[in-house]
């Protein structure tokens, strides 16, 4: 479980979104059982499906620097 002390218009600030995507994201996010909030906690409970939903790749860590021309 982690504390995350921000509030979703904070957040949605931070991620240049709307409040109301970043709480509907968070919503649709609980409802698929990735994530279990309570208050500024919350805890990923399927972390494997968070890496799905978000199409995440490790790989881009290991990203040779690009050429310049």
């Known amino acids: 479980m982690a504390e995350l002390p921000i509030t979703q218009a ?14 509907r994201t968070l919503q649709d996010l609980r409802g698929d ?6 208050g500024s906690r919350f805890h ?9 939903a978000g199409d995440f790749d490790t790989a881009y860590l290991h990203q040779r620097n690009a050429t310049t021309l």
């Open 44 to 52: 990923a409970v399927d972390w494997p499906g968070l890496v799905r």
């Open 10 to 23: 904070e957040l949605a600030d931070a991620l240049g979104l709307s409040t109301v995507h970043v709480n």
């Open 33 to 38: 059982g990735l994530i279990v909030t309570e």
